[in-house]
């Protein structure tokens, strides 16, 4: 996995879930044989709301819709592809269809797993997600903004999906700073708008080095909410610089590039770059950061599409 | 019991079964063999079993009762009708735009619908969350699902039998509607050793027969912690009425007036 070492937004995920858990009796976690060890201290502390369910992912879904509707609020948990990709008619039909609300927190999403190969990436996640009314996606890429973004939104109406990555992306925001459904202005600038989602705003800051040298100067923003998306934040910066590069591990068709592009659409003079995983099967071998050298989304891809 | 048996036994719930032929033909959509395959036991559950106020359908100490095959759906309307939580006009917009009754029950329009099933397979393992809900709660709610045997080629429906079982549901009771569809798919189909090899409770039955219905659900304890039970109902597609008896053209069709008066004159 990317984990670098370090402080990881997964065990962010445990510690919150132990300090909610404590505060909120209505907080259940249920787990697909994933994260097992750490969620120990929320089991202890929250006797008869954790489970370890097993490895029946679609099932475990129904289930915690049923918790859902059974007054209480629910985590379920596991890797990306089993969550989403073999889940998605439970979530649909059981959360969505049935205006449940409930929180899916998975790792593992792209290609975090790297060498595990195509059976345990998930990188059409988003895509899936958004064509459920009502759900709001998160990809929390720092501890602060993974407690931040689950406290705000863990017992409202609607489902919501944290996707955790294996790596952060280094910048450091006060709680205060995130809110859910709301960008964030990392870096001012007139040239060129950078908009990252994810690890990927680390991507954004060097290219934005990099452009600096080259004369450009780039404005930077980080989108933690992919949906509802700040289109507002979207669509003032690129009316400023009428050109824009979305950076995201995520495939091109149905990722943020795609929300970006409808929100800038009737600017005109707009320049338009996506830096995002291909449409195909990533099947190389290999770290994580070699992956995403197949995939095109480097440092060099950013700048290229800027100029 | 045998075959013969059930064919034998007087027909129960005509009057019921004649309102869904009746609903079929005027919203001109409907599976009248698969609702008449688990009348009897929907009857039974919510004449004899079911603790519930159709005045406040969301009454907490309900029993919940869930049909996860959706799409037998009349059999679950003419009981909701006949208890009150949904009105005469209810009934007659079935099928029709404007309407809360479709082919399938809606959890977010019909008054008593505990979820909204229709793709299989999702019915039970919601069922199990509102259960252990419950159960975490400190509630002693009963939950009652009906099954079909069809809709045990799905993988979810053993994956909640294992989980069921493990996480000791003693307060679920499932009713599997075992009128032989899936064999006709997939013939090994021993239903009952399948259960049981999941650790359940296992009690079959002639799902048409009045007594053994009574008897089976009263035999089921409901604690909070225990092991779940499922009642493998021997039942007939289309029970009732020998034209529609049996799994054929009749699965999704709309009698024309002549095969309209060949059923009421049965029933």
């Not at chain 1, 009316?239 to 824009?244: D, E, M, S």
């Not at chain 2, 003419?78 to 479709?102: A, K, P, Q, S, Y």
């Not at chain 2, 299989?120 to 009963?142: S, T, V, W």
């Amino acid at each position: 996995m990317a984990a670098a070492s370090g402080p990881s937004v997964r065990q962010q995920f445990a510690d919150t879930m132990l300090a909610v858990g404590q505060e909120d009796p209505s907080l259940v976690v249920v787990v697909g044989d994933i994260s097992h060890g750490i969620m120990q201290a929320f089991a202890q502390a929250c006797p008869g709301r954790y489970y370890n369910a097993g490895i029946l992912e679609p099932t475990m879904m129904s289930m915690c819709a049923g918790l859902a509707r059974s007054g209480l609020n629910p985590v379920v948990h596991t890797i990306a592809p089993f969550l989403i990709d073999r889940s998605f008619e439970q979530i649909k039909l059981d959360f969505c269809y049935h205006k449940l609300h409930g929180n899916i927190v998975t790792v593992g999403s792209a290609f975090d797993y790297s060498n595990l190969g195509v059976t345990h990436h998930c990188y059409g996640d988003f895509a899936m997600l958004k064509t459920l009314p009502d759900i709001e996606i998160t990809y929390p890429a720092s501890l602060v903004e993974f407690d931040a973004l689950f406290r705000q939104a863990y017992n409202n109406k609607s489902v919501t999906y944290y996707r955790i990555p294996g790596r952060i992306h280094g910048v450091d925001f006060k709680a205060s700073d995130i809110k859910l459904g709301k960008g964030i202005k990392v870096a001012d600038g007139k040239d060129v708008t950078l908009i990252a989602t994810g690890p990927q705003l680390n991507t954004a800051l060097q290219a934005r080095e990099k452009l600096a040298n080259a004369g450009k100067d780039a404005e930077v923003l980080y989108i933690h909410t992919i949906r509802p998306l700040d289109e507002e934040l979207v669509r003032a910066s690129v009316l400023k610089t009428r050109k824009v590069v979305v950076i995201e591990e995520h495939m091109r068709s149905g990722g943020l590039g795609d929300d970006v592009l409808r929100a800038v659409q009737g600017i005109s003079d707009l320049k338009f770059q996506s830096v995002a995983i291909p449409d195909k099967f990533i099947t190389a071998y290999g770290s994580y950061d070699e992956l995403l050298g197949v995939a095109g989304i480097t440092v060099e891809a950013v700048v290229s599409g800027a100029l | 019991m045998n075959d013969m048996s059930v064919i034998q036994k007087p027909v129960l719930n005509k009057d019921l079964r004649r309102q869904i032929v009746d609903m079929v033909v005027a919203g001109k959509d409907g599976h009248i063999p698969s609702a008449f395959s688990i009348l009897d036991i929907i009857t039974h559950l919510y004449a004899k079993v079911l603790k519930f106020d159709a005045k406040k359908p969301l009454w907490d100490a309900r029993d919940y009762f869930i049909l996860s095959k959706g799409h037998g759906c009349l059999a679950l309307y003419v009981n909701l009708h006949r208890h009150g939580f949904v009105t005469d006009h209810d009934v007659e917009m079935f099928c029709r735009f404007g309407g809360i009754l479709g082919e399938h029950p809606d959890m977010t329009k019909v008054p008593g619908a505990e979820a909204s099933t229709g793709s299989l397979g999702h019915g039970l393992p919601f069922a199990i969350g509102i259960a252990l809900g419950h159960r975490i709660q400190g509630k002693d709610n009963r939950f009652f699902v009906v099954v079909g045997d069809g809709e045990c080629h799905e993988g979810t429906i053993w994956e909640s039998a294992n989980l069921a079982r493990n996480l000791e549901l003693g307060n679920l009771c499932v009713a599997v509607d075992w009128n032989q569809s899936a064999m006709q798919l997939l013939p090994y189909d021993d239903m009952p050793a399948k259960w049981k090899a999941f650790g359940w409770n296992v009690i079959v039955i002639d799902g048409h027969d009045a007594d053994e219905l009574n008897k089976a659900f009263k035999s089921v304890t409901f604690a909070a912690k225990g092991i779940p039970t499922v009642v493998v109902a021997k039942t007939v597609k289309g029970k009732g009425v020998p034209l529609i008896e049996g799994h054929g053209k009749w699965h999704h069709r709309i009698p024309n007036t002549e095969e309209y008066a060949e059923i009421m004159g049965v029933l």
